[in-house]
């Protein structure tokens, strides 16, 4: 493990959305992965209580459920630059590909390409503290849903297997979301426990073809704004939170 590593896992109540926090405490260089637009004071405040510098503000997909903190904290901490998939058709500063890396200090993210909850999905991998950041495409004992924005369990089923579970398998995992107070997990307890993707493909696809979810509250407002880096086209009473600000 590299030394002068810094991590804060982050939540918000109302998306069950986890947001991380990752420095290199020896140039101070920080990035923010998965923010939410109504906890980006919080998170710029606890950059600036730190004395980090955030380089990059960072998404793992274009988010269905929330509106992403990216664009707002770009307004709060002058400098920082957004970031997200170019297979995921919003605008950012730098659109990622697969085997890139995002890079802060002495540290950097290796991008996977893991499609299937939507088509633009990745996965960063700090493969220094052995840790991944899985977004929606692998969760604690489950996975994102495949129904929209180009979603395909069959691809998820490959990005999963192919992509994160070839990892090591003391590698811990860290999702986007969680909805019963599961914080982490590791490669080698999803490869063993989750009840969806140890089975075989077939029993898979078959599994989220019945799962029958509700259509998601919010994402007739979030996708407008994360396509543009949550700032721009979002409604009025949305922007009006952060008017003034």
């Avoid at 998939?85 to 991008?111: H, I, Q, T």
């Amino acid at each position: 493990m590299t030394k002068n590593f810094f991590f804060r896992q982050l939540f918000d109540r109302e998306s069950c959305t986890y947001t991380y926090l990752l420095a290199d405490v020896a140039s101070k260089e920080a990035v923010i992965i998965d923010p939410v637009i109504e906890l980006s004071d919080r998170d710029a405040q606890l950059v600036s209580d730190l004395g980090f510098k955030l380089v990059y503000a960072i998404n793992t997909h274009m988010h269905a459920d929330h509106i992403t903190g990216t664009g707002r904290l770009k307004r709060l901490v002058p400098g920082a630059r957004s970031a997200i998939s170019a297979a995921a058709g919003a605008d950012a500063d730098v659109k990622l590909e697969d085997g890139g890396a995002v890079r802060f200090g002495g540290l950097e993210l290796e991008v996977r390409t893991t499609p299937g909850h939507t088509e633009g999905c990745v996965t960063y991998v700090l493969h220094s503290q052995r840790m991944c950041f899985t977004g929606d495409a692998l969760l604690i004992r489950g996975c994102g849903r495949t129904d929209f924005q180009g979603g395909s369990s069959d691809t998820l089923f490959d990005s999963v297997h192919q992509r994160i579970f070839t990892l090591p398998e003391d590698y811990a995992v860290y999702p986007a979301h969680d909805y019963k107070g599961q914080t982490a997990s590791s490669v080698g307890e999803e490869k063993r426990l989750n009840p969806r993707l140890t089975r075989s493909r077939q029993e898979f696809c078959a599994i989220m073809a019945g799962l029958n979810l509700a259509y998601p509250k919010k994402i007739d407002v979030a996708l407008p704004a994360n396509r543009v880096c949550g700032l721009h086209n979002i409604p009025d009473e949305i922007a009006a939170l952060f008017a003034e600000k």
